[in-house]
């Protein structure tokens, strides 16, 4: 019953993080059943109330370990067939082509930030988490959070403003 209602409440929560740390879509489903096996063999190691942290922390590791695979195996691009069946039939094709390009461009900013910094940032700007809340999801002091915080903004409009320039 513990267990259900873990997927129930965080699935969604697991699927934005595990994308926004650089699991690719194509991987996400099998990423976030991972960080799931891991949750049921532990589940009884799991404070009350700790839950969603434990389960960032763990979506840190896989998240870690899915993005090694795909320097190893660069995932194939997307074909104008598989972009038609993904997408939704209400948007017009401009708005897709600017949704892909600013998802693409998002990623590649992302990517390219270093993974502390990269993940406080995430979690602060995706998930909306303070200072304490990523210190306890990361298990770092509140400080070390807040300065990596910091760091990872700066990291960020340094590598959008290349990203733009080079556009």
């Not at 195996?73 to 993904?86: F, G, I, M, N, S």
């Not at 094709?93 to 502390?116: G, H, N, T, V, W």
């Not at 700066?154 to 959008?160: D, P």
Request: aromatic share 6%; no cysteine.
């Amino acid at each position: 019953m513990r267990f259900r209602a873990l997927v129930e409440a965080h699935g969604r929560f697991l699927w934005q993080s595990l994308r926004r740390l650089g699991v690719p879509e194509a991987s996400l489903d099998d990423a976030i059943q991972q960080v799931f096996l891991v949750a049921a063999e532990r589940l009884h190691e799991i404070q009350p109330g700790a839950e969603k942290a434990f389960l960032f922390r763990t979506a840190l590791n896989v998240s870690a370990h899915a993005r090694r695979r795909l320097a190893r195996k660069p995932e194939r691009p997307l074909e104008d067939d598989d972009v038609q069946a993904l997408s939704d039939p209400a948007p017009t094709a401009d708005d897709l082509l600017d949704r892909r390009y600013a998802r693409r461009l998002l990623d590649e900013i992302l990517d390219e930030m270093p993974d502390d910094l990269r993940v406080v940032f995430v979690l602060h700007e995706f998930e909306e988490l303070s200072a304490p809340r990523i210190a306890e999801y990361v298990g770092i002091p509140v400080g070390t959070a807040a300065s990596r915080l910091r760091r990872a903004r700066e990291e960020f409009r340094q590598l959008a403003a290349r990203k733009v320039k080079q556009t």
